[in-house]
């Protein structure tokens, strides 16, 4: 694989959890009006915090155009599948 591709896959990774938990804050805010279950507040935010940690990391891995940024970038991608596994899977 290329670097160019980890680095974009890693932003692409991170920019789904961040619409994964601005999803989640609109699902939070209509079922509060509503009266309905939804999303708990525990969940929305560790999502959020998720989200910001990771966008920090992918802001430090575009300013890095060296073999470590490649790297944090394939670490950046594997921890936000398995956020995303534990999260949601268990």
Do not use: C, K, N
Not at 38 to 55: D, K
Not at 63 to 76: E, S
């Amino acid at each position: 694989m290329s670097r160019g591709f980890v680095r974009r896959l890693s932003g692409v990774l991170v920019g789904g959890l961040v619409a994964l938990t601005l999803v989640l804050l609109a699902g939070w805010l209509y079922a509060d009006r509503t009266g309905l279950p939804g999303p708990g507040t525990e969940m929305l935010v560790a999502h959020g915090v998720a989200a910001v940690v990771a966008i920090a990391a992918q802001v430090w891995v575009d300013r890095r155009i060296d073999v470590l940024g490649t790297a944090v970038a394939a670490g950046l991608g594997a921890l936000v599948v398995v956020w995303l596994s534990v999260a949601w899977l268990v």
